[in-house]
């Protein structure tokens, strides 16, 4: 059940857990909990928001005895090209040049190994080259044309992963953005440089033409307690071409922590970016939070240290730790999680900020 968190107890929960990590740092192998954890149970898939069709095809894996890695690409590909989901690979939204330009990220925890691919176009499974970056070359990150080019030489057809849905949006936004659009005039420009865009702004603009952050975190421990992690997106409808928001950064969108746990973002990806989300999320862990206090902890940072206390934007944390258990925060009450162990599927709604 979904808890409204008062601010006065968050900033205080968040100090006391704060306090309480700095004291063993350096430290990482205690086992340490600062709040209840919820259920532990191997093998566990947790996807963000209620993607069932995504903890289904992970879970598959692990039922029968598969590695995280693996888990975590299936549910990928299946969210990838599921016909009803605007958020990631065939039939996202596109950017204001009309293209469709999808980004990625992977992650093995028992190598900490990487993948990603930025600005992909033309490619239904930007999670399999993501993952072919990891395993096949020396590099962690591939973009823009290039990527594509890398998928053709790895197997991969290009083709056309737009959709009608998409078309239609991309004639909406044409039609109705008028001044809303991610480009700054002069005076906005003077202004985002001495403090953040003003919440009532943001208001204006979310409202004005519909804006999608539509991302989707993959991640798992299996029987063995090996930790993986996919995120993949079709980003920022109505962006500038080329540009990346926080999944296919790793350390913002996705972080894996060997013997530790993985943790991913959904929501505004340059809020996400500027506190490295993910990467703090699992050094939280590390050092003895339980996933929830730990996305709790990241998303205070983002709110008070980078936003002056404005809750103006929409991001949500995931996390799972190598013991089973998970946990979640979103600055935005009504966000939930799907996860999938022995005792079954299940939604989870999970806690949030409130002034």
């Known amino acids: 059940m ?45 996807v963000s928001g209620g993607k069932t069709w995504a903890s289904d095809a992970a879970w598959e894996v692990l039922a029968d005895g598969g590695e995280a890695l693996d888990a975590v690409h299936a549910g990928a590909m299946a969210a990838e090209v599921y016909p009803r989901d605007s958020s990631v690979g065939v039939g996202g939204l596109p950017n204001e040049s009309g293209m469709l330009q999808l980004d990625c990220s992977i992650m093995d925890g028992r190598s900490m190994q990487c993948g ?13 080259v993501a ?22 030489k790895m197997g991969h057809q290009v083709t056309d992963i737009s959709s009608e849905r998409s078309r239609s949006w991309y004639r ?12 700054l005039s002069a005076d906005e420009r003077a202004e985002k440089m001495k403090r953040p865009l003003p919440p009532s702004e943001r208001r204006r603009r979310q409202r004005e033409v519909e804006r999608n952050y539509g991302t989707i975190n993959i991640l798992a421990v299996d029987e063995q307690g090996q930790v993986a992690g996919c995120t993949t997106t079709s980003g920022l409808s109505g ?80 996390a799972i730790n190598a013991r089973g258990e998970y946990g979640s925060f979103s600055v935005r009450r009504g966000y939930s999680y799907t996860i999938h162990n022995p005792d079954g599927r299940q939604q989870v709604d999970g806690e949030y900020w409130s002034e």
Request: glycine letters at 12%; a negative charge.
């Open 2 to 46: 979904s808890r409204n968190v008062s601010r006065r107890d968050f900033l205080e929960k968040a100090a006391g857990a704060t306090a309480g990590a700095a004291v063993i740092k350096g430290m990482p192998n205690l086992n340490l909990t600062y709040a209840t954890g919820s259920p532990a149970g191997l093998p566990l898939v947790l």
């Open 116 to 128: 990603a691919v930025g600005c992909i176009e033309d490619i239904e499974h930007p999670s399999s």
């Open 131 to 152: 993952r072919a970056v990891m395993e096949w070359t020396d590099h962690c990150m591939i973009v823009g044309r290039y990527a594509t080019e890398f998928a053709i």
């Open 172 to 183: 909406r936004w044409i039609g109705e953005r008028s001044d809303v659009d991610d480009w």
């Open 239 to 318: 962006k500038i071409p080329g540009r990346c928001g926080d999944s296919p950064i790793i350390g913002a969108g996705l972080y894996v922590l060997r013997d530790v746990g993985a943790a991913g973002f959904t929501g505004r990806g340059e809020e996400v970016i500027r506190v490295c989300g993910s990467f703090t999320v699992c050094e939280h862990m590390r050092r003895g939070l339980s996933p929830t206090e730990a996305c709790r902890e990241s998303i205070r940072r983002m709110v008070e240290e980078t936003n002056d206390g404005e809750a103006s934007f929409s991001d949500n944390a995931v």
